[in-house]
């Protein structure tokens, strides 16, 4: 199995930005795709961005141009770049990590513990 463990997260003004990490350890041969996924209180889980092992990416439109996805093979990590940050940004942001299919979509088998983004004067 995969353990994802997140971390950057905490509070931002508005326009500000944050960096957040997923450190990936165990038997990560078996992932061939990472990603993260948000979810605000009364809203439905959003993914926000994927990234596959040869470096493609994706970006739901509500964070394209603002949020980078990126990764570095050494660390076995994942980071997202998060500029520009709106209040609606605000969520529990949740790494993930499965496997790619058509269309560069993820199928979701492992999961982070959450780190929470505020975004708030």
């Known amino acids: 199995q995969v353990q994802l463990v997140e971390s950057g997260g905490g509070l931002v003004q508005p326009g500000g930005s944050l960096r957040l990490s997923c450190a990936a350890s165990?038997?990560?041969?078996?992932?061939?795709?990472m990603g993260w996924y948000r979810q605000a209180p009364g809203k439905q889980r959003e993914l926000v961005t994927t990234?596959?092992?040869?470096?493609?990416?994706n970006y739901g439109d509500s964070v394209k141009g603002r949020f980078t996805i990126s990764r570095d093979n050494a660390k076995n990590t994942v980071y997202l770049q998060m500029n520009s940050l709106k209040p609606e940004d605000t969520a529990v942001y949740y790494c993930?990590?499965?496997?790619?299919?058509?269309?560069?979509?993820?199928?979701?088998?492992?999961w982070g513990q959450g780190t929470q983004v505020t975004v708030s004067s």
């Open positions: 165990g038997s990560i041969f078996s992932i061939n795709i």
């Open positions: 990234i596959t092992n040869s470096g493609r990416t």
């Open positions: 993930s990590a499965g496997r790619v299919v058509a269309g560069d979509l993820m199928i979701t088998d492992y």
